[in-house]
């Protein structure tokens, strides 16, 4: 069964970074793509990008592109989100997920997610 442990998530002020990793064990089954969704207080789940395993290629979210980057360590098995220019709307609990063709609609397995908080 896939484990996911999400990292990394904080409070940092508007324009500021912070850096997500997942580390990821426990592939039993093959998958489609790996990313992150966020879930911010009476919302709903909004994914934010991912990165597909048959190529590398990657997707965003509107919301984020340009200021996120999604990477991945085949080595570590580390997923990474680099969240740049931070918005108070970025607030969330972010969550590492596997997920299918549609990567930023088709979550499969989640972690236990990381709180990310953008205030001044």
């Known amino acids: 069964q896939v484990q996911l442990v999400e990292s990394g998530g904080g409070s940092v002020q508007p324009g500021g970074s912070l850096r997500l990793s997942c580390a990821a064990s426990?592939?039993?089954?093959?998958?489609?793509?790996i990313g992150w969704f966020r879930q911010a207080p009476g919302k709903e789940r909004e994914g934010v990008s991912c990165?597909?395993?048959?190529?590398?290629?990657?997707q965003y979210a509107v919301s984020v592109e340009g200021r996120f980057s999604i990477s991945k360590d085949n080595a570590e098995n580390t997923v990474y989100l680099q969240m740049n220019n931070l918005k108070p709307e970025d607030t969330a609990v972010y969550y590492c997920?596997?997920?299918?063709?549609?990567?930023?609609?088709?979550?499969?397995?989640w972690g236990q997610g990381t709180q990310v908080t953008v205030s001044s």
């Open positions: 426990g592939f039993g089954a093959a998958y489609y793509a």
């Open positions: 990165i597909r395993r048959t190529d590398g290629s990657t």
């Open positions: 997920t596997t997920a299918g063709w549609h990567c930023l609609t088709d979550f499969t397995s």
